[in-house]
């Protein structure tokens, strides 16, 4: 049996709204663990990681807070790469989105020496596809994705002494925010991306589908997800909020059919803001979510 490891990084260093770093305890008090349980899974707490405060400086460079966003990400690594040598499936509890290269580039190093193929699907509003040079804000929450690709602060696209991902591996869904030079960013590289448009268009169902394209039983799936992919109307808990996401029917369908093809090896749970949230229902929602992202489901269901 798979067993989950819950590791908890409290920090919103690479946002400029503060309280994401309240994430881990808020899914804590949401009850993640006991509702994993409940699905049968093992589920171990490995508690929260350490690391620096929030200076709250301004940019310099072009980004904000690199030598402690440098040092978050080393220590998700660590955590997400020693779960993985255990072959335990590493859920991260954020934290803001920066952590994801830290997660990701633990899943990248962990795929490339097992000759696993790798498939990154990135839930979020926003495309976080900019660099120092590109960036409105300086937050490095908004360039997670670039680095995984290779752009950016060395110390961070270079965080294992390689690049992470192939512009192939990741597709990105929900995205309705994208800043002028992330939109040629996204276009050059040719990354995958089912805007919120396409999703109006085509449905969830058939989104999924495409995304889901080619992932099989030899693939590592890792499920990067961005409390703010979804409505603000239904997830009010994050920091940067954008009109117009995912319902609460959609992203369920997602978790179903991400359960459904039963190669979910590793995951990230980050943005959400407990100082925003209202009676912590986003966490709740959270939970909610990544039950059905780990089996649960309303009938019995013919494989
Ligand atoms: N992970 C996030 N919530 N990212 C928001 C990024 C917002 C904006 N694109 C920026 O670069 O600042
Ligand atoms: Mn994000
Ligand atoms: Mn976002």
Redesign the pocket.
């Known amino acids: 049996m798979t067993t989950v490891t819950l590791i908890g990084a409290p920090t919103d260093v ?3 709204v503060l309280g994401a770093s309240m994430g881990p305890d808020a899914l804590r008090i949401a009850g993640i663990a006991r509702a994993l349980r409940g699905l049968g899974l093992q589920v171990q707490d490995a508690g929260n990681l350490h690391g620096p405060g929030n200076p709250q400086a301004l940019p310099q460079d072009g980004f904000r807070h690199l030598d402690e966003v440098v040092h978050w990400n080393r220590a998700v690594f660590d955590a997400g790469a020693a779960a993985l040598a255990r072959g335990e499936l590493p859920l991260l509890m954020g934290g ?3 952590l994801a290269i830290g997660s990701i580039s633990a899943v990248a190093a962990h795929c490339r020496a097992r000759g696993k193929r790798l498939k990154v699907l990135w839930f ?5 596809a ?1 660099t120092p040079e ?6 490095i ?4 994705v670039a680095c995984l690709l290779g752009h950016g602060p060395h110390a961070l696209s270079q965080l294992t002494g390689g690049t992470a991902l192939a512009a192939g591996e990741i597709a990105l869904i929900g995205v309705r ?3 002028p030079v ?1 939109k040629r960013f996204v276009a050059e590289h040719g990354i995958e991306v089912y805007d919120m448009r396409t999703i109006d268009e085509l449905g969830m169902r058939a989104v999924m589908q495409a995304a889901l394209e080619g992932v099989d039983g030899d693939t590592h799936l890792h499920v990067s997800f ?1 409390m ?1 992919a979804m409505d603000p109307s239904v997830a009010p808990g ?3 909020d954008v009109r117009g996401g995912l319902t609460y029917r959609e992203t369920q369908l997602c978790m179903e059919m991400l359960a459904d093809c039963g190669c979910l090896a590793s995951a990230d749970l ?2 959400l803001n407990p100082a925003l949230d209202v009676r912590n229902q986003t966490a709740e929602l959270a939970v909610d979510l990544l039950e059905s992202l780990f089996g649960k489901s309303t009938l019995m269901r013919p494989r």
């Open positions: 690479g946002a400029s803001d989105h920066c979020d509003a926003h495309a976080d900019n590109t960036s409105p804000s300086g937050n929450h908004g360039m997670p925010s994208v800043d992330e961005d703010d994050v920091g940067t980050v943005e």
